[in-house]
């Protein structure tokens, strides 16, 4: 008897539930049209299931250190090492491949002293990092550690002045800030604890994207460039058309020191996509739209159709609001950009900074044929917009901002020599932040809490701890700016010039960008 209960259990509980699932599969591998599903029903399964874990072994186990694209594993360790520990400090030599073509800084033969630099270290301010106590093979042990640390700003003599000709111009210590990201495209934790960081940090600043102005980018004091996209979400009627009421009633806002039209993004020239599941109340409120409703913004503003347009829209706005305004574009090439240049000299109006976007730059949801095939790189599209500006005689009239995985202190230092006198990054801040590059950030849940809205997953994102984090990492790129300014004979970060960049072909063969691209005569 009681083998036959034995027997009756070992069935139940060991043989039948595999047989029940393996059944269940067998039948529902008849029902989709996937060819290798329907032939081969079980492996066909297995095959899907490794399709969709393959990202994920590729990123931890499969993947060299430095193959990962958009960034590889060797960029994303770089970015946790500085926000969370405050260093960068690597062991055995880089992992780049040095025998590929690539830009390089050429550093001087007597470098400047740490004593010798221009910078304003004078006042220390509160900081917290993790150290580790105890590293083993599952776990690691670590505690978290309050210091007074150095800001890394620029001297008062090396202040950048954005608007200068503006009742109200925006005066900047520092070089590095947060690129554009819109409440709704990213949830509020993250806006929250990346307002937090940057403020900490000074000097610094973030953008809020084409979605409007919302509470959660004003709460922490940090300078706000407020972008306005060709939606014109949160400076809109109710007809949707631009007012210049809402636009004045943001302008009259104290940390709102800039504003932006967006032209172009790097990753989605097309125009902005959010989905209805991620338009709660609060975003809504901010963009101005329905609840619930997937909004898309064209890829131009509906009334502005040439330079001229353009121009005298950005004059309308730097004078009711008295504050700079800028725009961001994706460079093409030269000519596209010249009827704008002469447009700026016949009016005498010009923006008061120009954001370029490299292609390389990233988007929450776009089109790949957007990503892979539409604009120019940063590094080229820099030399030619500032090229373009010395030919015609304007380079002093504006500044320029360079975004496009510009995450690193070389590579911002190399957008700097290029051109660029301030630097943006949008995912260098999500690293930052704990963005694991999950690739998720279309579906509204990510495991992170960065790219949603759904107050479940942001819960993952604890704003108190984080924007310690991203006060790091700021800090810590500003010093390895500062350390490799020395380390080219110069005394601040704002003395990058092209002859301070050499180019490697894949032959071996250098030049120095200088001599590649010399600067043109007015």
Not at 152 to 158: K, P
Not at 335 to 349: A, G, T, Y
């Amino acid at each position: 008897m009681v083998h036959i209960v034995l027997m009756v259990i070992l069935i139940a509980i060991v043989i039948l539930p595999p047989l029940i699932f393996f059944s269940y599969m067998y039948a529902l591998s008849k029902k989709p049209k996937h060819s290798i599903i329907r032939s081969h029903p079980f492996l066909g399964w297995l095959r899907y299931l490794l399709e969709k874990l393959g990202p994920e072994f590729r990123q931890y186990w499969f993947d060299n250190d430095t193959e990962g694209k958009p960034f590889s594993r060797a960029d994303f360790v770089g970015i946790v090492y500085a926000a969370k520990y405050r260093t960068d400090l690597i062991s055995f030599g880089g992992r780049r491949d040095y025998e590929k073509p690539g830009f390089y800084l050429s550093n001087a033969m007597f470098p400047k002293l740490t004593s010798e630099l221009r910078v304003d270290n004078n006042r220390m301010i509160p900081g917290k990092k993790y150290v580790i106590t105890d590293e083993g093979l599952f776990t690691r042990k670590e505690k978290f550690v309050e210091e007074q640390v150095k800001p890394w700003l620029l001297d008062d003599d090396d202040v950048i002045v954005v608007g200068g000709n503006r009742k109200n111009p925006w005066r900047l210590k520092g070089m590095f800030g947060a690129s554009a990201t819109s409440y709704g495209a990213v949830g509020e934790h993250y806006i929250q604890s990346t307002g937090s960081g940057a403020c900490m940090a000074g000097g610094s600043w973030i953008n809020t994207g084409e979605g409007g102005v919302a509470d959660v980018h004003l709460a922490s004091g940090v300078d706000v460039i407020s972008q306005i996209g060709p939606g014109m979400f949160g400076f809109r009627d109710g007809s949707g058309q631009f007012s210049i009421e809402e636009y004045k009633h943001r302008a009259k806002v104290q940390n709102i020191k800039a504003f932006e039209l967006k032209f172009h993004q790097g990753a989605k020239i097309r125009g902005g996509h959010l989905e209805g599941s991620k338009v709660t109340e609060k975003v809504a409120a901010a963009r101005l739209v329905p609840v619930g409703k997937t909004v898309n913004s064209p890829n131009r503003f509906e009334f502005l159709t040439n330079p001229m347009e353009a121009l005298r829209f950005i004059s309308t706005l730097q004078e009711e609001g008295g504050k700079p305004v800028g725009i961001k574009i994706v460079v093409g090439d030269p000519k596209r950009l010249e009827p704008f240049f002469h447009s700026m000299i016949e009016l005498d109006i010009y923006p008061d900074f120009i954001t370029v976007d490299g292609s390389e730059g990233g988007s929450g949801a776009t089109f790949k044929a957007m990503a892979d095939g539409m604009g120019l790189p940063l590094f080229s599209a820099l030399l030619i917009l500032d090229d373009i500006a010395r030919k015609f005689g304007v380079r002093d009239r504006f500044k320029i901002f360079a975004s496009g995985k510009l995450i690193t202190p070389d590579k911002v230092a190399i957008a700097l020599a290029l051109g660029a006198d301030c630097v943006n990054s949008a995912r260098g801040f999500m690293m930052a932040n704990g963005c694991i590059m999950a690739m998720q950030c279309h579906t509204g849940k990510c495991p992170t809490g960065i790219t949603t809205t759904d107050s479940k997953y942001q819960a993952a994102l604890a704003p108190e701890e984080k924007q310690w984090r991203v006060m790091n990492y700021i800090l810590q790129l500003r010093e390895g700016l500062f350390s490799l300014a020395a380390a080219c004979g110069l005394e601040s970060p704002r003395g990058f010039r092209r002859e301070h960049v050499v180019f490697t072909n894949e032959s071996g063969q250098s030049v120095r960008i200088v001599d590649l691209f010399p600067y043109p005569e007015s």
